[in-house]
Every structure is written in structure tokens, then in C-alpha cells.
């Protein structure tokens, strides 16, 4: 089990890796099942994995549930984050749906997926994401989630929170890479004691558009001994955010949170921010946010 964390405002640690169930695991149909995806999820608890990231908008909380269940985890071992997007409005009753789906009493963490329906805010039934967000404060206080923050939110967002926020968001989860280095909104999050959680960390050896990041990743790994997905996730961390990612590759899962025992240097984690500089990738929620 990895003991890799960070500290969010109000105190809690956070496991610095999370295993991710969006992207590749991502499902139209609610209703249906993914045995793979139960068995991955298992496979991830195995490799060493204590935090499990999931959401409504991914349709995946049923096959988590069941693979905590099966894998026999202890709820107090566990991290558990979920989010919700498209029932914001119903979102008190969504959530315990999402708990039931899940079965377990309490998750870890509770996200606003984004601020955006249609590249719209909130303003809908119910009230504007002000009022979503003190109806989230309200699930913290029912004891439901331990912590409550954000995902895909831009400064503009985070600040009409901050604006009435009695608890404020701990953490901002967005897509976070060396060719998204979003570096005012990391500021701006840094300012003001939110963590980042980046998605999608490994961008750099998916998505080779220039190659630059990869040339500088396989250098690193030769000289630490590591993957070039073992330095990218330890770059991610080492910039201060919790890194989300998946595989349904046993060995990659246990890379993944095999990265405790070595540092990059401050000239090396600069050196691959630098070869991201200059070439923008971003992979999801493009219509919605500007980069």
C-alpha cells in the first residue's frame, strides 16, 4: 500500500496516485456491467492502489462498488472519490444513489465535475453553481463526504465559489501534463491552498505531437531506472498534484505506484516542462474551456 500523499486545507490526506475509471473505462450504457472494469479495479487494489476515482458522467460507481466488495478492502484503507455533472440540479438525491452504487456510507472526496452544461454555467432549476456549491458544504456536514472540491473549473469558477465559500474546495482535478501546463490557473489554485489532481498525466506518450516531452522522459528513465510512465507520474506529483490514471495492464499498475523511492531534480522537472512549452494538448472538455 502506498503511504505517498498530500495534505488538502482541511487536513486530510490524499494518496498522491489515484486509479482512474473514466477515459478508457468510460461507458454509454449505465445499466450493463463491465466484469473487465471490475476485475482491473481489483487488480489495481492488489497492485497497491488506496485511491479510486470515479463519476456519474462515467458510469462506472456500480463496478467499483463491486470490486471494493470483492477485493475484501477495508473501508478505512480505502480513498474514495466520485463527482457528479449531469444531476448537479437533483444532487443531494443523486448522491445517495451514487452511494448505494457504490456501497459504501461516506466517499472521501465529492467533485463538481465541471461548471459547464453545453458550454454553459449553471444557471438552471435550482439555483447557480454558488448555490450547488453551499448544497455541497451541506453533504460535508451530513457526514456523507469527508471533503468536497472541483473539476474543469478556471479561475473565473474557483473565484465565484471562493466568493461564498464557508468550506472551500480542497482540490481542483483537471488536465494536468506537460503540454497543458495551465500554469496561472496552477498558481492561482497554489494562492489559495487548492490542490491539483491531474488527469490524463500521461498525455506525452499518448498523444506524441512532437516528441519532445518523450525524448526527455526516456533520458530521465534511463538514468533513474524507471518507466517513462514512472517519470511522468513522479513529474506530476512533484509539481504538488495527485495524478489519476488507469491501466488494465497488471505490470503498469504496479509502476504506477511504484515511484516513492526516487526525485527528479528541480532542473529536471523544468526541463520537461520546458519541453512541453509551446505545444498544447488538450484531450477533453476542449469546447468547454479555453486554453
Known amino acids: 500500500m502506498s503511504n505517498h500523499t498530500v495534505t488538502v486545507s482541511n487536513g486530510t490526506k490524499v494518496p498522491r496516485v489515484a ?14 456491467l463491465d466484469q473487465k472494469l471490475i476485475n482491473s479495479v ?8 488506496v485511491h479510486i476515482d470515479t463519476a456519474e458522467m462515467y458510469n462506472t460507481e456500480r463496478e467499483v462498488g463491486e470490486a471494493i466488495k470483492q477485493s475484501g478492502i477495508k473501508r478505512d484503507e480505502l ?9 448537479l440540479q437533483t444532487l443531494e438525491d443523486r448522491f445517495d444513489e451514487q452511494l448505494k452504487d457504490l456501497q459504501v456510507d461516506f466517499v472521501d472526496l465529492y467533485l463538481i465535475h465541471s461548471p459547464y452544461v453545453n458550454s454553459k454555467k449553471y444557471h438552471g432549476p435550482g439555483g447557480d453553481i454558488k448555490e ?3 448544497r455541497m458544504e451541506k453533504l460535508v456536514s451530513s457526514g ?12 473565473e469558477h474557483l473565484k465565484e465559489i471562493l466568493s461564498i465559500a464557508t468550506i472551500k474546495p480542497v482540490v481542483n ?9 495551465q500554469e496561472d490557473l496552477i498558481k492561482f489554485c497554489n494562492d489559495n491552498d487548492i490542490k491539483i489532481e491531474a488527469y490524463s498525466p500521461l498525455t506525452p506518450l499518448t498523444d506524441k505531437k512532437g516528441g519532445k516531452v518523450e525524448a526527455v522522459v526516456n533520458e530521465l528513465g534511463e538514468k533513474y531506472s524507471k518507466s517513462p510512465l514512472q517519470i511522468l507520474l513522479k513529474w506530476s506529483t512533484q509539481k504538488g498534484a495527485v495524478a489519476v490514471t488507469t491501466s488494465s495492464k497488471t505490470d503498469r499498475l504496479k509502476e504506477s505506484v511504484n515511484i516513492a523511492d526516487f526525485e527528479l ?6 526541463k520537461i516542462s520546458d519541453a512541453g512549452r509551446g505545444t498544447t494538448i488538450r484531450k477533453y ?5 479555453s486554453n
Open 285 to 289: 472538455w476542449a469546447d468547454d474551456i
Open 265 to 270: 531534480t528541480n532542473e529536471e522537472l523544468e
Open 42 to 49: 481489483k487488480d489495481a487494489i492488489k497492485a497497491g492502489f
Open 144 to 155: 456523507k463526504t469527508k471533503s468536497i472540491g472541483v473539476s474543469n473549473f478556471q479561475i
Open 173 to 181: 482535478q483537471i488536465e494536468y501534463h506537460p503540454y497543458l501546463l
Open 79 to 87: 480513498f474514495l472519490t466520485t463527482k457528479i455533472y449531469k444531476s
Open 19 to 32: 486509479y482512474g475509471t473514466g477515459t478508457a473505462w468510460f461507458k454509454s450504457n449505465a445499466n450493463e
Open 132 to 134: 450547488y456549491w453551499k
